[in-house]
């Protein structure tokens, strides 16, 4: 009797040593049950049924200093969360008697043909998630024949990520305006060397990038190398540097869309990065109803790319509608490569289906058909 009483305390206790509590951080509550995950360990991909429970899963296995990398925003992360509050200020207009029985989810982006509106955004430093850094970003988008777009910062060369590609795949790929100009140069050149079709050009910290308390706690941040003196004639220089069309990546503003559009390029990327760099910018939501507003000719002229903060497929119909032919995911998929490849896929899987879903749900037969009257915006005040 005593021995199974010391037993019974002595599970007990056990279970209780290795039963996890993860603070969710405040996401939606969708009954996520982690007591039976152990602290470091991968959880099962079969417990994962979107992209809030990826990034826990990521919590529970990466150590605090690479989870804080993923996830830290600047300052107060004001914009960080703005970013995932915004969508839920949007209403969405669903409307009956349509025939949605054949979709059409495929799109183009600068006229390569890709199957779905969103796209995996650059993202430095995959290696923390899993050995197979990039490589499994790029064979899962591969594979679903959505656009991947590597980050200058990752762990794999521009080279290893473009031969873990599927055979025919298109990828763009991130740039910085370095400092070092025979660095661009370089740069460029191996970047069209190794088949990528396009240059994303992130424009919204040269030379300065944001604090990142939340990460600066476990690392002081380097000095990352970027020139703070660029301006529209150095903007000028570096678009004589390729010849692959570059699309500006950063852009908070709707003089800045309009500014774009009469500099000639085929596209801008609407993004305050995640909420990582200036804190208290808005939102994409925000960012794209002001360019309606006073500049709509921004989305006649070129193509519009937009993220921040989606982690829904209802999240991406929203910008999609606000006029965004192209929806970035930043951070979720960096969660979703804790278990490589599988992981990544499931993620898209995962956020193709909600889009499908929800595309059927609202009597849209083909995403090219979104357009404002899909939403209802009168929640936001720009
Ligand atoms: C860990 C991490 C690293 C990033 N690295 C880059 C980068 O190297 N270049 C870049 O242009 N944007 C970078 N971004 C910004 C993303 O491209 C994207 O704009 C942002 O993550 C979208 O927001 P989301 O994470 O809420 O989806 C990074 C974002 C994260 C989370
Ligand atoms: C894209 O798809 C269209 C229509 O299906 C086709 O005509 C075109 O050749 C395709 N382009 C490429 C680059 O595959
Ligand atoms: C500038 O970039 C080139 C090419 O990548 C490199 O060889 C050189 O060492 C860099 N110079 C400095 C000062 O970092
Ligand atoms: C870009 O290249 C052209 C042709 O070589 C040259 O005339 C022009 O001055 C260059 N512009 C800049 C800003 O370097
Ligand atoms: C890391 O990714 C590789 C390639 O997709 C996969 O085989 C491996 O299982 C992943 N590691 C873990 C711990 O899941
Ligand atoms: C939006 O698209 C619908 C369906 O394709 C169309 O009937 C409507 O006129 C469009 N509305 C606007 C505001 O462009």
Redesign the pocket.
Known sequence: MLSFILLALLSSHLHRATAVTIDMEGLPDTGLDTSSWTAGVLPPLEDIWDLNDMQIAAKNVLSGKFYA????GALNEFT?QA??GIYSKVKINGFGFRDVSNLRTSTTILGHNLSWPFFI?????AGHANESAEASLASAAGNAGILY?P????TLSIEEIAKAGVKGQVMFH?E?IWANTSRVIDELDRIKASGYKAI?L?V??TGITGIRTRSLRFTVGSEPGHAANFDLKSLAAFRNLTTLPIVP??IKTWQDALECLHLGFPAV?I??????VLDGVPTAVEILMDIRKHAPEVFAGMEVYA?????RGTDALILLALGARAV?????P?FANIWGEAGVSRMIDLFSQEMKTSMQLMGVSDVRQLNTSYVNTNGIVV
């Open positions: 990398s993923y996830r830290t960080y970013n995932l955004a650059p993202a430095a430093e777009v980050s200058i910062s990752s991130q910085y994303f992130t919204d910290n990546k950063g990327y993004s305050n990065h995640g909420g990582r993220d921040g903060g989606v982690r970035g995911l930043g951070r979720s960096m």
